[in-house]
């Protein structure tokens, strides 16, 4: 079969306005707590765009560590790609699919450090090999080849002991939305879709948008 032909007709569930919460972080954490409980690997998952100095797209998957009302939080290397791209434009989209569920989640917003007291507490919260890659890898940074790359590890490993400290280099963003948007998989390709975006007072406008 060609990729053209590639088809699946989306019929599990439905979506609408008095189905979901007013604000959309609690629509959010319904939605994930339902993946949770699918067993959907990894629902965590989500993409994360950044654009760069030139406004040319890039987009790569990362893991959310948290979400709550002040927003969704990951951890990564500042001096990486996406890193040193937030550091010059501080907006980034997500994206959460959830296949088994035929649901997506849109969100964008404004970026942001989280402070390095958060930052310390999840490090350390890491598995010691974890942390130890964290140090030893130059995230987005040409190598000569894999063995180069292990024995950064192995001397990391021997150097640092059991208790790595945190990098400089590494900790968390918070994207703060602005909007976000529930997609439903439906029958027809009439898919359902519930959109929010901040008002001028802080609160959520919320509205159907067409497929």
């Not at 993946?35 to 990894?42: G, M, T």
């Not at 404004?110 to 507490?121: D, Y």
């Not at 080849?145 to 963003?173: I, V």
Request: hydrophobic share 35%; aromatic share 10%.
């Amino acid at each position: 079969m060609s990729i053209a032909g590639l088809r699946k007709e989306y019929s599990q569930a439905s979506l609408t306005e008095s189905d979901t919460h007013t604000d959309p972080i609690a629509q959010f954490r319904t939605w994930f707590d339902e993946a949770l409980k699918a067993k959907i690997l990894e629902p965590n998952v989500m993409t994360l765009a950044t654009v760069d100095a030139r406004g040319r797209p890039a987009a790569r998957i990362v893991l959310l560590k948290d979400a709550n009302e002040q927003g969704f939080t990951w951890f990564t290397n500042y001096e990486s790609r996406k890193g040193r791209e937030l550091a010059q434009c501080p907006y980034a989209a997500l994206v959460f699919h959830w296949a088994e569920l035929e649901r997506q989640v849109r969100i964008e917003g404004r970026v942001e450090r989280v402070t390095p007291e958060e930052s310390e507490t999840y490090f350390h919260s890491r598995p010691l090999q974890s942390r130890i890659g964290a140090i030893a890898s130059a995230q987005s940074q040409p190598i000569e080849d894999r063995h180069a790359l292990e024995e950064r590890f192995r001397q990391a490993s021997e150097s640092l002991g059991e208790q790595p400290p945190r990098p400089l280099h590494w900790g968390g963003f918070r994207l703060i939305p602005d909007c976000m948007e529930f997609w439903q998989g439906r029958p027809s390709r009439l898919h359902d879709r519930i959109a929010y975006r901040r008002g001028e007072n802080g609160g959520w406008l919320r509205q159907r948008l067409q497929p």
